[in-house]
């Protein structure tokens, strides 16, 4: 068997950067070390980028960073996967993720409105990952004189602490919680100050019904990870502040800071927007409470070339479920479109009780870490942490039946019936996604949701996807009719 030199000096590449990688320095402390006064907008005007005026099609230089991608690098610079390809043939034309490090020469589009390059966090520090293991929320708020010490709501079906809707909210939008923390005192001064802001919406989303600092916090959340997921797979190459304003995000940026600067542009204009994604604004208060996040951000970035793991369909071989629901948000609404759902196949609409021998099942060997109304996660690496390696993520299993934390599996075990149990659901059905230390993998692009050679595409819109095996194409419909089946056919 020959091997394509390209992929061999590829290969080479992403193991020297991976090693380089593992040299960086030590992280920094997470103890509270000092408190600040929250950082009220300091009036500045717009930053420039400093970036030239391009030719069309001029080659710069850009060093590839943690998780990117050919189509979601060639959107944002306004070029073509082909054209880079070209002007990098060490790069195989069926790579994933680039590995952290590569030089690279990328054909540029000069597009007008480029925004400010500076980074206000990285990706390690954005995503409940790998570098957020050891932080103790609550010992962190313990240590602090705000009102979120004292703070009590109603949660996740549960009377919670400050810190433990904190952490509630990382774990389930899989979001840092330093950094929820530091957008809670950044804006809200929940650290410092005794009092919460006067006015209900105290992170600036004017929502009905969204008034308590919870609900505020989902809010962030859900808008945080619409930022970051949409730079990762491309869409997002521009954006309008409140006033009308058009930005587009500098091309060099990272996820992290692009979804802080989507953040705040939903909130922010002029100014007071400017402050905030500069490096006196969120990213000051950041490591004022925690440190400087860049110092080990090289020791959690992700892989060059980064492969899923071999899945099953999540259901037992010999049956057949329908695709009910094509790529669609993990959690939450809007990104990250990572999710695929599957419904028994059945006469019966809605909401119903399956016979007992139609279970989904393990789509791989893992170990249950957590297992209630918001969903199962499978560990594959069973370390007992899902913020670290492969896991899998299951979502409207009924309680009577479903696997229990703590217990291991193997695949095409049983996991849980289908439901309409956990969030929103019309139908009973399964909700399936992917974690890698801790970032949801799109269902689809380089990295595809790969179920027994059933790859997933977008759609048209979110749920409006495909699986195609070969010349084989089944199109998502709620309808669950014939047409939308599949067999799993492994044993």
């Known amino acids: 068997m020959t091997t394509n030199p390209a992929r061999r000096v590829f290969a080479a590449l992403v193991i020297l950067l991976t090693f380089t990688a593992s040299c960086a320095p030590p992280g920094s402390t997470t103890v ?7 950082l009220a907008p300091t009036p500045l005007p717009a930053p420039t980028s400093g970036r030239p005026h391009y030719n069309p099609g001029e080659l710069v230089a850009y ?4 998780g990117d991608t050919l189509p979601a690098l060639a959107a944002r610079f306004n070029t073509s996967v082909a054209e880079i390809l070209q002007a990098n043939p060490i790069i195989p034309r069926d790579a994933t ?35 957020q293991v050891g932080f103790n929320t609550s010992a962190f708020v313990a240590s602090s004189s705000g009102w979120l010490k004292t703070y009590r709501t109603y949660a996740g079906e549960k009377i919670r602490s400050g810190a433990e809707m904190v952490d509630y909210v990382a774990t389930t939008y899989s979001i ?3 950094l929820l923390l530091a957008l809670l005192e950044y804006q809200a001064g929940a650290l410092t100050q005794p009092e919460p802001p006067e006015g209900k919406f105290l992170l600036g989303f ?17 808008t945080l990870n619409n930022g970051y997921y949409s730079w990762r797979r491309g869409t997002l190459t521009e954006f309008e502040l409140p006033d009308g304003t058009l ?3 500098d091309p060099w940026q990272n996820a992290g800071s692009v979804a802080l600067q989507y953040y705040f542009s939903r909130i922010y204009s002029g100014e007071d927007y400017y402050a905030s994604i500069g490096p006196d604004g969120l990213a000051r208060t950041y490591q004022s409470l925690f440190g400087d996040p860049w110092l080990d951000s090289a020791n959690f970035a992700t892989p060059g070339s980064l492969q ?19 790529p669609h948000t993990g959690w939450g609404r809007g990104e990250p479109l990572a999710a695929l759902d599957f419904a028994p196949a059945s006469d019966t609409t809605g909401c119903y009780i399956v016979p007992r021998d139609v279970f989904a099942i393990a789509m791989a060997d893992g170990l249950v870490v957590r297992s209630d109304v918001d969903g199962i996660i499978l560990d594959l690496d069973k370390d007992g942490d899902e913020r670290t390696g492969w896991v899998l993520f299951y979502l409207h299993l009924a309680a009577e039946g479903r696997a229990t ?31 890698y230390n801790g970032e949801w993998m799109l269902a689809d692009g380089p990295l595809a949701f790969n179920l027994e050679g059933w790859v997933a595409h977008n759609g048209v819109a979110a749920y409006k996807g495909t699986l195609t095996r070969g010349p084989l194409t089944v199109t998502a419909c709620e309808c669950a009719d014939e047409t939308t089946r599949i067999q799993s056919e492994l044993p």
């Open 32 to 38: 509270l070390q000092s408190m600040i006064t929250p």
């Open 63 to 66: 060093t590839a960073q943690s």
């Open 97 to 131: 993720t680039m590995p952290p490090g590569l030089p690279m020469q990328i054909p540029i589009y000069y597009l007008p409105l480029w925004g400010t390059d500076f980074q206000s966090i990285p990706d390690s520090a954005f995503v409940n990952g790998p570098a």
């Open 176 to 178: 840092s919680p330093r």
């Open 206 to 222: 004017r929502r009905n019904f969204y008034d308590t600092p919870y609900l505020q916090l989902v809010l962030a959340a859900n």
């Open 247 to 249: 930005t587009r995000p």
């Open 308 to 326: 899923q793991p071999p899945l099953r369909l999540p259901f037992r071989a010999g049956y057949a479920w329908a695709l009910t629901g094509g």
């Open 405 to 435: 934390a703590g217990q291991e599996l193997h695949a095409g075990d049983p996991i849980g019936y289908p439901s309409c149990e956990g969030g929103s659901s019309t139908g009973t059905h399964v909700h399936v996604a992917r974690k």
